[in-house]
């Protein structure tokens, strides 16, 4: 099976994926933020939550429900920041998945991925990894929500954890851009072979 991409290429293509899944998975868990909420524990992403106090009725009181899931409307996260976070970081992911695919893909098909083709993936990766990396610094805006300070002891604010601790799913995010946009960035310069010259 003949590949368009030079050894480089391959570690490229390879990491590339690997960067990808690991922002990927850390976006959609809900593990960014954590902290305890009536003697549960409870944690945050961008878009999800793990359990949140509801009103019993039978008890008149609130009571933890241990379960995870999405906010039921976009209006529904907790702050606009992390809203705009959502937002940000989706895009710099689906960019980083994109550019992963067609590396890979490049693996297998010859003549896909040129010099130019491999410098231009390697430009969309720096791109992704830096929304990525912006939605990660957004994030610590929405700390002074009222759902958060109710989960860090009411002590929280922006860039203040409060009794809270960040999760690890805010790392895999960060880590996997980071690497995108310093190391992946870089291999994808000499990732394509030369081009064969025709002549017609």
Do not use: N
Not at 55 to 73: I, K, L, P, T, W
Not at 120 to 137: E, N, T, Y
């Amino acid at each position: 099976m003949a590949s368009s991409l030079t050894c480089t290429g391959v570690i490229w293509a390879l990491l590339s994926f690997l960067c990808a899944a690991t922002s990927c998975v850390g976006f959609f868990m809900p593990y960014w933020l954590w902290g305890s909420q009536l003697g549960k524990p409870v944690s945050f992403g961008t878009f999800r939550r793990c359990s949140y106090p509801v009103h019993d009725e039978s008890r008149q009181m609130m009571v933890m429900v241990e379960e995870c899931g999405r906010y039921a409307s976009f209006q529904g996260i907790p702050s606009a920041e992390w809203r705009i976070s959502t937002i940000v970081t989706g895009l710099g992911c689906g960019l980083l998945l994109l550019v992963a695919l067609t590396a890979l893909m490049g693996c297998c098909v010859s003549e896909l991925i040129s010099r130019t083709v491999g410098r231009v993936a390697g430009g969309i990766q720096f791109l992704g990894g830096l929304l990525i990396g912006a939605g990660c610094a957004l994030y610590p805006l929405g700390w002074d929500s009222e759902e958060v300070r109710q989960t860090c002891g009411y002590i929280s604010g922006q860039f203040d954890l409060g009794k809270c601790e960040i999760g690890w799913a805010y790392y895999c995010t960060g880590a996997g851009a980071a690497t995108a946009m310093l190391l992946c960035t870089w291999l994808a310069c000499f990732s394509g072979k030369k081009q064969k010259q025709y002549p017609y």
